[in-house]
């Protein structure tokens, strides 16, 4: 059983900084890409940020020069730092991983979701 768990989400003014963290675990296998979503109410999921198994990073336009990916391989974790936040900002992060015996076997896991709410 394969378990993905987000942590850091919260309240965060205008301008201000957060840290989300995503922890995979369980019989997962290899860990391929990794990346955060978000959902806004009303609004269809999307791509915030991924990053490679070999650390090849990509961003969302509205995030680029604001938000930082990074993981660690070994821990297999994945982290979003984010900074300048902004109220479009306010969403639920979803972390995501691809993982699987082999590239062609992977399969996507998601986690819970956490909340980060941009307002003053």
């Known amino acids: 059983q394969v378990q993905v768990v987000e942590s850091g989400g919260g309240l965060v003014q205008p301008g201000g900084s957060l840290r989300l963290s995503c922890a995979a675990s369980g019989s997962i296998g290899n860990i391929y890409d990794m990346g955060w979503y978000r959902q806004a109410p009303g609004k269809q999921r999307e791509l915030v940020a991924a990053i490679t198994m070999v650390g090849i990073r990509n961003y969302a336009d509205s995030v680029k020069g604001r938000f930082t990916i990074s993981r660690d391989n070994v821990k297999k974790t994945v982290v979003l730092q984010m900074n300048s936040l902004k109220p479009e900002d306010t969403a639920v992060y979803y972390c995501?991983?691809?993982?699987?015996?082999?590239?062609?076997?992977?399969?996507?896991?998601w986690g819970q979701g956490t909340q980060v709410t941009v307002s003053s």
């Open positions: 995501n991983v691809y993982a699987g015996s082999s590239y062609s076997r992977r399969l996507s896991y």
